[in-house]
């Protein structure tokens, strides 16, 4: 008797806990990088978007507070901030390949600051991921070293602990335009 109460009791606990699994999975936001920017905003097609952002009044510092303090999924490119080897344990997740360190730094609400929740193990720069956490937003400063120095990178959101697993493609990419020297970054499926 005390053996079927315990395995109707564990079966009942594991269904329990699917089923918050599955409500807590429901509640994360698949979001694009449209999603960061005002509707107002003019929406890039192509990597030119930093010249159009600094031409807006806010130079694209107007950040989507609707999406405060909920935890989102969001694909992009990762470029290490903090590594250690192969483990990276801080990036900026950016919108194509080749942002900030080959081309021009896309507007700070294009940009997203990732704390991973353990390092992560990265294969190359710019590699695709999607990041999955709470999306505060708020300006912050990071130090990005780079091969002609160091640069200062502004971005508009940040994910602390967050869910990072690579991905084959990023679904809303911006695309380099084709007389870009950088083109070759542009990943080939």
């Not at 409500?23 to 159009?52: C, G, S, Y």
């Not at 929740?117 to 991921?129: G, I, L, Q, T, W």
């Not at 999955?132 to 160091?150: A, C, R, Y």
Request: hydrophobic content about 45%; glycine content about 6%; proline content about 8%.
């Amino acid at each position: 008797m005390t053996s079927k109460r315990f395995k109707s009791g564990a079966l009942a606990t594991a269904l329990l806990l699917a089923a918050t699994g599955a409500d807590a999975a429901a509640d994360v936001a698949h979001i694009f990088w449209k999603d960061l920017r005002p509707a107002t905003q003019a929406v890039a097609e192509d990597a030119n978007l930093p010249m159009i952002a600094a031409k807006l009044p806010d130079h694209g510092e107007t950040l989507s507070l609707n999406l405060q303090d909920k935890t989102i999924q969001l694909a992009g490119y990762a470029l290490p901030v903090d590594r250690d080897g192969d483990l990276v344990y801080q990036f900026l997740l950016v919108p194509w390949t080749g942002a900030c360190s080959h081309m021009p730094t896309p507007p700070p609400n294009q940009i997203v600051l990732v704390t991973p929740a353990h390092p992560y193990k990265m294969k190359e720069a710019y590699e695709p991921v999607a990041v999955t956490g709470v999306l505060q937003p708020g300006m912050e400063k990071s130090q990005l070293f780079i091969l002609d120095g160091v640069s200062i990178v502004q971005s508009g959101y940040t994910v602390r602990k967050a869910e990072v697993a690579s991905v084959d493609t990023v679904p809303d990419t911006v695309t380099l335009p084709v007389n870009s020297p950088w083109n070759f970054l542009n990943k080939k499926n």
